[in-house]
């Protein structure tokens, strides 16, 4: 289900689901659910970016979990992981781009 994220507006509701496991977007009254491994590595921070280009981006843990999920001007999201990791700004376009490539 394609969720309508690409609006600047931020999504209705924003909620760590699943012990962590997942991020849980609401718009329209659909929910779409992204799990954290996969977000953590669509990272775009410049770290990951360079770790990317490098061929050394390591595979996210399967037990990794998100730690935190703060808006940032009403378009994003910083989300914060259970390795560390709390560089990624994660705008909600991206999250839209991310939900569709993983909605069958």
Known sequence: MSLHLASPAPPEHVLI???GAALVL???GHDVTLRATH???ACRCAACAAARITGTLAAPAPDL????AVPIGGYALNLGFSDGHARGVFPF????QLAAETTP
């Not at 979990?65 to 935190?68: D, G, H, Q």
């Not at 376009?93 to 839209?96: F, H, N």
């Open 65 to 68: 979990r998100l730690a935190s």
């Open 93 to 96: 376009a991206y999250l839209a």
């Open 39 to 41: 977000l953590r590595a």
């Open 26 to 28: 609401r718009r329209g």
């Open 17 to 19: 689901g699943s012990g």
